[in-house]
């Protein structure tokens, strides 16, 4: 925060920090997201793999940064089996009373997808990269983590200018270009770019885009 405060740009948010910030906010998270914020994000991931991928179903899924289990609870008509990792066992406590995973994994997104390589038909990452600047690992780990076939889908929040910024909210901001860049460094497809309001902050809609990139 005293990055973000200063106008430092850092790599990523550390493991810490979120782990504790989600932890505090597991209590009330849905109802703060659903009631105040008025997020959105899970269903327009849904909606825009349905529009893409009409009839396919996942047969292993991931939902990395899974929370207490929105973005599951929206994606698992779509799949077999899906996995939700998380870095807070608050959250994951509260995705476990929910019964929408087949397996929870405490662990930080990149540790995880890096050591699975070949097994994941669909990465889903619904507002979680937004705790990262720098995405290069993420791209290689997912690339690695996907079988031939598999695609990946994520929401960030707009940059302008730079390929990354450090929001005062301690989150980051991506550019699309910073993006395209990284699909093509690491032989992604981009299936699909889409505008999207993610949520409400200070009763302003936080503008951001949905990618789906294939491999």
């Known amino acids: 925060l005293h990055a973000a405060l200063s106008g430092k740009v850092t790599g990523k948010a550390p493991d810490r920090y979120v782990e504790e910030l989600f932890d505090e906010y597991s209590h009330n998270f849905d109802t703060e997201l659903a009631e105040t914020l008025e997020y959105s994000t899970p269903a327009r991931l849904y909606d825009i793999l349905i529009r893409n991928f009409a009839g396919r179903i996942f047969e292993e899924a991931v939902d990395l940064g899974c929370g207490t289990g929105l973005s599951g609870e929206a994606l698992k008509p779509l799949c077999r089996k899906i996995s939700g990792i998380d870095l807070s066992a608050g959250m994951l406590e509260k995705a476990e009373e929910k019964k929408i995973y087949d397996e929870l994994h405490k662990a930080e997104i990149n540790e995880f997808l890096e050591f699975r390589e070949g097994q994941f ?32 889908v994520f929401s960030l929040e707009i940059a302008e200018m730079r390929d990354y910024e450090l929001g005062e909210s301690g989150r980051y901001r991506h550019s699309e270009q910073y993006i395209r860049d990284l699909a093509g460094e690491f032989s992604f497809n981009i299936t699909a770019f889409e505008k999207s309001k993610l949520r409400k902050e200070f009763g302003d809609w936080v503008e951001g885009v949905i990618f789906i990139l294939g491999k």
């Open 121 to 152: 038909d669909l990465i889903a990452a619904a507002d979680s990269l937004i705790y990262s600047g720098d995405l290069k690992d993420f791209f290689k780990n997912s690339h690695r983590a996907l079988k031939p076939g598999g695609i990946s």
